[in-house]
């Protein structure tokens, strides 16, 4: 299967700070993409969608890069609430139509006061 | 409304055993996704279901795993014969249709002694 990679840090940033995750991909033909967090013990839940426009939700913005072969997540304002994992998801179809989703091992964030 | 929800939470088992973990997910969600989730690794697909078919299974590691999913809602992970390196927390998901964001239950973790 192909690969999704993601640095799984910890990023440790001060309140406030503005922090930026990326996830590369392998396969060009993706085709859906998403960023979820997950807290210790806990199921991961959805952040946002990722369009190829970009997207933004209040202090989170999602980026793709095609070309790259990367989608990246940006966190403004960083609160002590945002420590999580941040886990990204990249979907394929395969001939045959199969839709297989595959997640990144997830990047740690720790926000500190 | 309700969201997906996993039974049972916690399932201690003897090397040998057989095991069925249960999921039922959003009403009317086409789509059912089983993963497993390894510390410090993301979910790792195991098999999706669309409507009432195994779409694709090809994230079972081997022939112990079976799920079924047999009207189209609550579907069941059965493992046989466990092992010790089966333990892990087992997720399912649902989502609308194919490439849509998904919705995790809070997962059933899963130790073979």
């Known amino acids: 299967r192909k690969e999704v990679e993601q640095d799984p840090g910890p990023f440790n940033v001060p309140e406030g700070a503005t922090v930026a995750f990326n996830c590369t991909y392998s396969?060009?033909?993706?085709?859906?993409f998403f960023w979820y967090r997950q807290d210790c013990r806990k199921e991961p839940k959805l952040l946002m969608s990722?369009?190829?426009s970009g997207n933004e939700d209040g202090r989170f913005t999602a980026q793709l890069n095609r070309a790259s072969q990367y989608i990246s997540l940006l966190i403004r304002d960083s609160k002590l609430s945002d420590s999580a994992t941040y886990l990204c998801?990249?979907?394929?179809?395969?001939?045959?139509?199969?839709?297989?989703?595959?997640f990144g091992r997830g990047t740690s964030l720790i926000v500190h006061p | 409304g309700a969201g997906v929800s996993q039974t049972p939470s916690n399932k201690v088992t003897e090397k040998g055993k057989y095991v069925e973990l249960r999921c039922d997910p959003i009403?009317?969600?086409?789509?059912l996704y089983w993963y497993r989730q390894s510390l410090g690794q993301g979910p790792e697909f195991l098999i999706y279901?669309?409507?009432?078919?195994?779409?694709?299974d090809s994230g079972l590691p081997n022939d112990r795993f079976f799920a079924v999913r047999p009207e189209g809602s609550v579907s069941t992970l059965k493992i046989q014969r466990t092992e010790r390196g089966d333990s892990a927390v087992y997720l399912c998901?649902?989502?609308?249709?194919?490439?849509?964001?998904?919705?995790f239950g809070p997962g059933t973790r899963l130790l073979v002694l």
């Open positions: 998901a649902s989502s609308p249709g194919l490439a849509a964001p998904q919705y």
């Open positions: 396969n060009s033909a993706s085709q859906s």
């Open positions: 990722v369009y190829s």
């Open positions: 998801v990249v979907g394929e179809f395969l001939s045959g139509g199969s839709y297989i989703p595959t």
């Open positions: 009403s009317g969600h086409t789509a």
């Open positions: 279901f669309q409507g009432t078919g195994a779409a694709d």
